[in-house]
């Protein structure tokens, strides 16, 4: 076994050469269902730490630090950070992570808002030009 996290009715689980498995809780039998198979890695043999808290989820990856979000019953990639870490550790929405060099801390309050989208509309497609104008 890589790793195990379990945080409210979400346990998560990878072994040091797969993927990270989300499993939920079933509220009718209570049961853990598999729920979400994530992977971010590009490397078979890839080791990725991750943390879980209630709706966040956390994955180290080859160069990168992947953070998930619970959104519309799916766990949805929405912040990249630009390097991976050896350890993380989520409390809320504050993330701690560690590597040789140190500990930092990063604060997700209010990174997981519902953007609201636009609704493409239909657009006329643009009209072929003879030739440009010159202007004097």
Request: net charge negative; glycine share 4%; hydrophobic share 35%.
């Given at each position: 076994?890589?790793?195990?996290?379990?945080?409210?009715?979400?346990?998560?689980?990878?072994?040091?050469?797969?993927?990270?498995?989300?499993?939920?809780?079933?509220?009718?039998?209570?049961?853990?269902?598999?729920?979400?198979?994530?992977?971010?890695?590009?490397?078979?043999?890839?080791?990725?730490?991750?943390?879980?808290?209630?709706?966040?989820?956390?994955?180290?990856?080859?160069?990168?630090?992947?953070?998930?979000f619970e959104q519309n019953g799916l766990w949805e990639e929405t912040i990249a950070l630009d390097r991976s870490y050896d350890e993380y550790r989520l409390s809320g929405r504050n993330l701690l992570v560690a590597n040789g060099t140190g500990a930092y801390s990063f604060d997700f309050e209010g990174c997981a808002q519902t953007m609201p989208t636009q609704t493409p509309s239909a657009a006329p497609s643009p009209s072929p030009s003879t030739s440009p104008s010159l202007l004097p």
């Open positions: 076994v890589g790793q195990t996290s379990l945080s409210n009715d979400h346990l998560a689980f990878s072994t040091r050469r797969d993927d990270v498995y989300v499993y939920r809780r079933e509220q009718a039998n209570r049961t853990f269902q598999l729920y979400q198979r994530i992977d971010i890695s590009s490397s078979p043999l890839a080791y990725n730490p991750f943390a879980l808290d209630k709706d966040m989820l956390v994955i180290g990856g080859d160069d990168r630090t992947h953070v998930f």
